[in-house]
Nanobody, 128 residues
């Protein structure tokens, strides 16, 4: 059964850190480009980060560069998003995704159409 399941979200104070995990099953993660997206209340879903199947091409939304790090552990079929120095504006539901529509995380990497498989989302709230 194909599944993507996010975990490790929650409430964190500004300046704090969280590491989101996404466990996958039903497909071979190493063959897929992976991505993290988020959707804040009243806003459209946006791409946060991308990492290609080869692990050599990655990209980030400008506002998270230097604070977030995407990674993957293919042997465990798991992807991660390390989030440091979190800000109020990072509050959103976060989604992991995987797709074979991108060879590298360039150009339109943040377009949802490139990703076939999606997790159900997990909330991250940054608040004091």
């Amino acid at each position: 059964q194909l599944q993507l399941v996010e975990s490790e979200g929650g409430l964190v104070q500004p300046g704090g850190s969280l590491r989101l995990s996404c466990s996958t099953s039903g497909f071979t993660l190493e063959n897929y480009t992976i991505g993290w997206f988020r959707q804040a209340p009243g806003k459209e879903r946006e791409g946060v980060s991308c990492l290609n199947s080869g692990g050599y091409s990655r990209n980030y939304k400008d506002s998270v560069k230097g604070r977030f790090t995407i990674s993957r552990e293919n042997a465990e079929n798991t992807m991660y998003l390390q989030m440091n120095n979190l800000k109020h504006e990072d509050t959103a539901n976060y989604y992991c995704a995987a797709g074979r529509g991108l060879k590298g995380c360039l150009g339109s990497w943040a377009a949802a159409r490139h990703y076939e498989y999606w997790g159900q989302g997990i909330p991250v709230t940054v608040s004091s």
